[in-house]
């Protein structure tokens, strides 16, 4: 199984632009990669999902190189609300099991 | 929209006791799951289901079992209640393996 690591915190100021990294190694080929956003209290909110290259929606953008050993999750100009904790999680394709990573507490400063 | 929906927010139980945890999801979804989730640990899957009556293990699930006798619906049973069970209890749903996971809210559950 696709084992992840991430950067346990990370700290950012209001308006500023946020990459947090997460590396899988041993992703498989059928393996996607998706990102959550948890708040305290709350269950995970999906945030966006990518196989390769770039994707982006309204809210981030995701980034994964070829090798697809790694994904970075960016946020643009970030706010207060963003403070959470960012789960990567990679898995899917034919296998239904799934890996989290343990989290980026990201806390987003005034 | 999207809802799964967890029966209890927070639940109190007592040692040896036998727990029940419900989740139902009212989107069709084929894959359901169970998780834990403890300060430091992040998200564990403890069981997971991918069809009605069909479960798979996780990667934690000592000390627990699963029912799904409905598609909208999946159980989580503690048989006999532990002091190391308490924690707060995630379900989610999917609708294939590679689609995202929408999560219920918690569960959570105090054993004393």
């Known amino acids: 199984l696709a084992k992840t690591t991430q950067p346990i915190s990370m700290d950012s100021y209001e308006g500023q632009e946020v990459n947090i990294t997460c590396s899988h190694n041993?992703?498989?080929?059928?393996?996607?990669i998706t990102w959550y956003q948890q708040f305290p209290s709350q269950g995970p909110r999906f945030i966006i999902q990518?196989?390769?290259t770039k994707v982006t929606n309204e809210v981030a953008s995701l980034f994964i190189p070829a090798d697809r050993k790694s994904s970075t999750l960016s946020l643009p100009r970030v706010s207060l609300s963003d403070t959470a904790v960012y789960y990567c999680?990679?898995?899917?394709?034919?296998?239904?099991?799934?890996?989290f990573g343990k989290g980026t507490l990201l806390t987003v400063n005034p | 929209d999207v809802k799964v929906t967890q029966s209890s927010r927070y639940l109190v139980k007592r040692t040896g006791e036998k727990v029940f945890l419900e989740c139902v999801q009212d989107?069709?979804?084929?894959?359901m799951f169970w998780y834990r989730q403890d300060p430091g640990l992040g998200l564990r899957l403890i069981y997971f289901?991918?069809?009605?009556?069909?479960?798979e293990k996780g990667d934690i699930p000592e000390g627990y079992s699963v029912s799904r006798e409905k598609k909208e619906r999946f159980s989580l049973i503690l048989e006999s209640a532990s002091t190391n069970q308490t924690s707060m209890y995630l379900c989610?749903?999917?609708?294939?393996?590679?689609?995202?996971?929408?999560f219920g809210d918690g569960t959570r559950l105090s054993i004393l």
């Open positions: 989610a749903s999917s609708l294939y393996s590679n689609q995202p996971q929408h």
């Open positions: 041993n992703i498989a080929t059928n393996d996607y």
């Open positions: 990518g196989y390769k």
């Open positions: 999680l990679v898995g899917g394709g034919s296998n239904y099991k799934l890996t």
């Open positions: 989107m069709d979804h084929e894959n």
């Open positions: 289901s991918y069809d009605v009556k069909m479960k």
